[in-house]
Structures are given as structure tokens and as C-alpha cells.
């Protein structure tokens, strides 16, 4: 059984920092590209940053130079540092394999960003 857990989020002020982490059992964690998604009320869930398991990167233009993902396979846990946030960066963050599966969508973790 796959589980996906997410960490990190909270309340920051614009242009703060928060490290989100993902846990994950039940999957060969280290042979699947991972990705960090968000939904933002209103809006549809996006792909904001992705890594292979070789460790290659790849970002959405709105957060390319702020985030970074990274992942420790030994820990099977995917991370997303957020630098200089800003206001539309509030939602919930999800962790997910790329391409996502929709059965393993765990209950992501809530980012707002006070202006």
C-alpha cells in the first residue's frame, strides 16, 4: 500500500522561506520520478516542481529560481525548499509520482502566504 505523507507547511509573510517534506512508503521510491504539486483555491492542481530519480530538475516558470527540489532516496523523502514567497503561492502542497497517480494522493500540506 502506497502512502504519500506531506510536511512543512504553515503561515509565512512575503518573501519568507518553508522546507516541505514528503514521505513515502509502499513504493520503490528510488526508481520513480516525484513530483510537488499544488492546488490554490479556485484553481486546478499544477505541477510545480519534478525529479528523477537520477536527480535531474525541472520547474514551473511562476516558482523557477525560488523552489528547489531535491530528494534523499536512503530516507525514500522528497523535499521542496520555497525561498522568496509570495502571496499566490498560497495553497495545498501535494507530493505525487510524475505522472501522477490518482490513487496516491495523500492530503497535502497548506502553504499561505501573507502579503
Known amino acids: 500500500q502506497v502512502q504519500l505523507v506531506e510536511s512543512g507547511g504553515g503561515l509565512v509573510q512575503a518573501g519568507g522561506s518553508l522546507r516541505l517534506s514528503c514521505a513515502a512508503s509502499?513504493?520503490?521510491?528510488?526508481?520513480?520520478?516525484m513530483g510537488w504539486y499544488r492546488q490554490a483555491p479556485g484553481k486546478q492542481r499544477e505541477l510545480v516542481a519534478s525529479?528523477?530519480?537520477?536527480?535531474?530538475?525541472n520547474y514551473a516558470d511562476s516558482v523557477k529560481g525560488r523552489f528547489t527540489i531535491s530528494r534523499d532516496n536512503a530516507k525514500n523523502t522528497v523535499y521542496l525548499q520555497m525561498n522568496s514567497l509570495k502571496s499566490e503561492d498560497t495553497a495545498v502542497y501535494y507530493c505525487?509520482?510524475?505522472?501522477?497517480?490518482?490513487?496516491?494522493w495523500g492530503q497535502g500540506t497548506q502553504v499561505t502566504v501573507s502579503s
Open positions: 525529479i528523477t530519480g537520477f536527480g535531474s530538475t
Open positions: 509502499g513504493v520503490i521510491f528510488r526508481f520513480n520520478a
Open positions: 505525487n509520482l510524475v505522472p501522477d497517480r490518482e490513487d496516491y
